[in-house]
């Protein structure tokens, strides 16, 4: 099976928000739901399964982790702390792009001390080829019950049409870097065309650009802050953002965005911030 489709042949249905559910969620290609917010976890590492539990008792119900973060325990005991049921939670980790996927994918789940994650991606694409043998491994898993669903990171449409090309599948997601400083709407309606959520890491630009005036204008006409504008803006694209807060209140302040709505003209002023910004090197998608 051929699984890509053009951005023309455009289907929305991926990036559509289910808002009966307790916390809003979006729908991947298998029909399994996402929440449209997490926690991310990168440089989480110190006091984690306190600050993720905290997370967790705020409302967050997505974590991003992956085997090269250093959070899979601190996030397992978070989990077992709250005694929260398995199935309100989701958890999304990674393996490196050198990995046998199967195998990395069971070394993660020992870490978390789960017995399944809800989506694991390969973490960046590898220097040759697409991943094609790693995505055969994180199959496996899927078809064991280890993860429920699969995708990728960092990857551009090329290398995800030769992915499908070769395997007959597309991802359920891509994770990228994606900010009103740095994205691409070419990638964004490509993913949709394909069914494939969009998530975004380092959505807050590891705070190097929260203090734009233009960002900074659009927090006082709301009445919400920079952060809260740049999530809310993911949302209303039908992209996910994964902020990382350790402190409390960031917590907080990311998780308060689902009671405002950005006007059209204002999407489009954020829309049009972009400069292909990257908090690393460069927007390595494009
Ligand atoms: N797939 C990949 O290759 C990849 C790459 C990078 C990141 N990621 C994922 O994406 C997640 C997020 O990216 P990131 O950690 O690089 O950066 P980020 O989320 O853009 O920024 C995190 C920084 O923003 C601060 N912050 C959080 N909420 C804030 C708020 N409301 N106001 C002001 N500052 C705020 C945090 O402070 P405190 O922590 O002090 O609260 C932290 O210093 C990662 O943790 C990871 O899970 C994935």
């Excluded at 023309?8 to 029909?31: F, N, P, Y």
């Excluded at 440089?43 to 905290?54: K, N, P």
């Excluded at 996927?101 to 993660?108: C, E, L, P, Q």
């Amino acid at each position: 099976m051929s699984a890509v489709k053009k951005p023309a042949a455009r289907a929305a249905e991926a990036a559509e928000i289910d808002t009966a559910a307790e916390i809003d969620t979006v729908a991947l290609k298998s029909g399994n739901l996402m929440p449209v917010l997490g926690l991310g976890s990168w440089m989480l590492t110190s006091d984690t399964a306190t600050r993720v539990a905290h997370a967790l008792s705020l409302g967050y119900r997505l974590v991003d982790t992956s085997g090269d973060y250093k959070t899979q325990g601190g996030i397992g005991k978070a989990i077992r702390a709250t005694g929260m049921r398995r199935d309100a939670l989701y958890i999304v980790t990674k393996v490196e792009e050198d990995d046998d996927g199967y195998d990395a994918t069971r070394k993660n789940l020992d870490e978390l001390n789960l017995e399944y994650a809800d989506l694991v991606l390969i973490h960046r694409p590898p220097e040759r080829g697409v991943g094609e043998k790693i995505w055969e491994g994180l199959r496996r898993a899927r078809d064991e019950g280890l993860a429920r669903d699969i995708g990728v990171s960092s990857y551009k449409v090329g290398q995800i049409e030769e992915l499908a090309r070769i395997t007959g599948e597309t991802p359920a997601v891509n994770q990228i870097e994606w900010t009103p400083f740095g994205h691409s709407l070419d990638m964004l309606n490509f993913c949709r065309a394909n069914q494939i959520v969009v998530q975004a890491w380092s959505p807050l630009t590891r705070g190097k650009r929260l203090a734009d005036e233009k960002l900074s204008a659009l927090a006082e006409k709301y009445g919400k802050s920079p952060a809260q504008i740049i999530l809310r803006w993911d949302l209303q694209h039908g992209v996910v953002p994964l902020p990382k807060a350790q402190r409390p209140d960031h917590q907080r302040e990311n998780l308060d965005i689902f009671d405002f709505e950005l006007d059209a003209r204002d999407m489009a002023a954020l829309d049009n911030l972009n400069q292909h910004f990257s908090a690393l090197e460069k927007l390595d998608y494009v």
